[in-house]
């Protein structure tokens, strides 16, 4: 009498490596949708969290000194001051702008040349375009979060407060 073999045949086993491979073909485009949705969400709150910060900023600071005019004076320090206010975390109150956090890269600058500064200007850009992200936001003293009506690519810098607050070019997140 002949052996029976046990196991599976070639054809078996390249089966279910197909049918494997559909799955995640299926599945991983899903999956980097949803990380790009939660870095731009991400975005939207580290905003929030800027023009948070602006406003204690502003009142810890008098108004004779207005808003800081860039992230570093937001960040921590020791000790904390009008430099260095501690109001946000070491990724976004980093020591030189760009600041990098969740796949995004943030500004925070000002129209102002000199004390007191009366504006500012927060903006977002995908580190990499339609893969950490695909769109561009920014926010200014009005506290309203925009984001780039056409946006095509990630910004080469900062967004300025004229550029921000201009319709043609940002809408209210949601509007």
């Not at 796949?103 to 040349?113: D, E, K, M, N, R």
């Amino acid at each position: 009498m002949a052996k029976k073999q046990k196991g599976f045949s070639l054809i078996e086993l390249l089966i279910v490596v197909a049918i494997i491979l559909i799955i995640a073909a299926i599945a991983i485009p899903n999956l980097l949708r949803s990380k790009q949705a939660a870095n731009e969400a991400a975005a939207v709150a580290v905003l929030r969290g800027v023009h948070t910060s602006q406003a204690v900023y502003i009142v810890q600071f008098t108004s004779s000194i207005g808003y800081a005019d860039n992230l570093v004076k937001l960040g921590p320090g020791a000790p904390c001051d009008i430099n260095h206010a501690c109001l946000s975390d070491e990724m976004i109150g980093c020591t030189a702008q760009p600041c990098k956090k969740s796949g995004f890269l943030f500004y925070l600058t000002s129209s102002a040349t000199a004390l007191p500064i009366l504006d500012y200007t927060s903006s977002a850009t995908p580190i990499q375009w339609a893969q950490t992200g695909s769109q561009n936001y920014c926010t200014n003293d009005d506290g309203t979060i925009r984001t780039q009506k056409a946006p095509a690519s990630s910004n080469s810098g900062a967004v300025i407060h004229t550029d921000c607050a201009d319709q043609t070019q940002y809408v209210p997140v949601g509007g």
